[in-house]
């Protein structure tokens, strides 16, 4: 925060364009707030709107089957049309912890704040989105010939335990950075908390193999122990990246910089010493 | 070799294998024939639990960690065989 | 190394560059939360294995008969062998004896690798027998929750091969670290010891 600048008003809509002025780190907690508000219009998709949450018996039949998206059709339509929207949000999430890593006093750490923003794109994808496209569109035509529905069903369970790769290897590298930070960005023993988030995503491998029991895409160990552990560490995870903004310094002169950056013929000057590029040559 | 011996560690060492040798014998006391039986199983439960704690208490030393966590680890494994025993017979 | 935490930038009050300064001796720091959870969480997958059980128990009595109780009686002991000789290391740290510590380090060590072959030759005669992951839900739980087992052992044999790194440097030495890494690895020892009666005891 710049000392000229104002004291803050009070009022939601005063206090709020004070800190989009003034405060140098609004971008982090406008990235910071996507994090609740994504995840919680998820869980409302997932468990509330299409029912695809618990996960239902992977051991349906063809006609058991044809019931569930005859039955959710409109739901299920629903809830991944408001998500196929507001998923991308959590772009904004990862690039902040991509970008919190690659502040860290750590070795390579622009590399691995990449890797993480990479794997994390690459989970999203497998298993929010692909899991969205089969559900949508098995219940786009649900009077189609009951093999193909079976098939889009498999396909959406399979690809949303499909995630586990990428986020594990994801986990392994935010575990890995806070652990070697020397800088403590984030306490280390939120970095063994990490652990177990990747432990559960590892959990999740058997249900690519059986079709009954605690660890089938519905059971006990794959998804209830799993999702139980995943939700307790993402209620941590919040609050830790909460204070890790707050410590982090803040990204220097951001206006300036800004500024700077839309003149004419000032690169390699001030945006260079400011954002950490190396000059141009002339 | 000094090392092995000092403090309570070879006699905790040398009571936890006792009482695995036992927990064995209970187990398979009737010539490995498969039978039911509730009884023996919460025994050798209950034994591993308590081979547990010595091992959280003793090699762990946990007895001389902070409040938290001598609380916790003794409700694991106050809470474990009772919650294995309602698994198994409900 | 402790001297580059005090860095300016962060803007840190000097009680938090000493806890820094203090976590940074340790890079095992705050494993015992992650002890905790990942007790509990295994307490978790005792419990389902006991409900499965329960629901299943022929099918459970039945496949127990592919276990081989001599593997799993050596493993135990081989387990609780190496858990006396890395509290006698830590003994021996704590005299200042870094040599011999190193030793029983090493010792512990040569025990965990002789877990890992045998485990691994346990299951390797239980395949060929016919009796692998999707035989029934017993062979689930058991490969499952051995193979998570495992895991963890191989991530102990790490942090204890760190930590002989550690003794073995006069530079980089202490306590602390040892304690974290010796609470791992007897934690490894203790899931052994619930998940060898649940599997192998249990009738």
Known sequence: MSAAAPPIPSGMVAKARWHLRHNPKADLWVAWWSIPIAYNIMGMVYFTITHMMPPPDPSKSQAEVVEFFTRYGFEIRLGFGVMLVSLAFLVWANGLIGWLIMKMDLPHAKAWGYAYMLAMCGGGFTGAYMSAFTMSVASLRPDRDPAMLQLLYDATYISFDGTMGFFLFGSLIWTYAILADKSRLFPKWFGYTCIWNFTTEFLVSPAVIVQTGPFSWNGTIAFWIDTIVYIGWQVIYVFMLYYAIKRVDPPKDRFRSMRLANLPGSRGTSVASTSGLSPQPA | ?90 | MASTNADSSLDLTPAEIDKAQRHDANPLDGIWIFIVGDLFIFGSYFVTYALWRNWQHDVFLSAQRNLNLGFGLFNTMVLLVSSWFLAAALKAMRAADWDTSGRWTLATMACGLVFVVSKISEWTVEVGHGFVFTSNMFSQFYFWTTGVHLLHVLFGLLALFRLYLEVKDPTCRNVATAESAAAFWHMVDLLWLVIFALMYLTR
């Open chain 2, 1 to 90: 070799m000094q090392y092995l011996f000092k403090g309570r560690i070879a006699p905790v060492w040398l009571g936890l294998t006792i009482v695995t040798l036992l927990s064995w014998l209970i187990s398979s006391g009737q010539d490995n024939v498969m039978k039911p039986d509730l009884t023996v199983s919460m025994a050798v439960v209950v034994i591993a639990v308590i081979k547990a704690r010595f091992v959280l208490r003793e090699f762990m030393e946990v007895g001389h960690a902070s409040r938290w966590l001598r609380v916790l680890s003794d409700v694991w494994v106050v809470g474990l065989p009772p919650a294995i025993l309602v698994a198994l017979s409900v």
